[in-house]
């Protein structure tokens, strides 16, 4: 269906102009609070874990009328093991090695180039 989602552990505050600039169609990530224009050290919401990442990838895949079987997941870490794992198609994008056991694909290109031309974007 050409929807392209990110879900990140990192913060929404770098995760959101990226996304923007990007045309992501959904995004999701651990929001800083800011209050009187100053980061507090604290997250607002539930945090962005491994589970968290799995779950939205089925959640998104869901909202598209697809299953996660039909959705690629990429990461590089192993908090990002159950996402691959959640995916019919598993990417490990300049991956730790604990993650490159879990994926279908290894990328050791540092660029989203070779991932736009495998899934044809």
């Not at 959904?26 to 604290?42: P, S, W």
């Not at 009328?65 to 093991?81: H, M, R, S, Y």
């Amino acid at each position: 269906c050409g929807r392209v989602c990110a879900v990140s552990g990192g913060f929404t505050q770098v995760l959101a102009p990226l996304a923007e600039a990007w045309g992501v169609h959904a995004y999701c990530a651990n929001e800083l609070e800011v209050r009187d224009g100053h980061l507090t050290g604290r997250v607002l919401g539930d945090v962005v874990d491994r589970a968290a990442k799995a779950a939205m990838l089925r959640a998104w895949a869901e909202d598209a009328g697809l299953t996660p079987e039909q959705a690629v997941g990429v990461g590089d870490g192993a908090n990002d093991i159950d996402l691959l794992e959640a995916a019919g198609c598993g990417v490990a994008l300049c991956a730790k090695p604990i993650l490159r056991e879990h994926a279908d694909v290894v990328v050791d290109v540092p660029s989203f180039t070779p991932l736009r031309w495998l899934l044809g974007l």
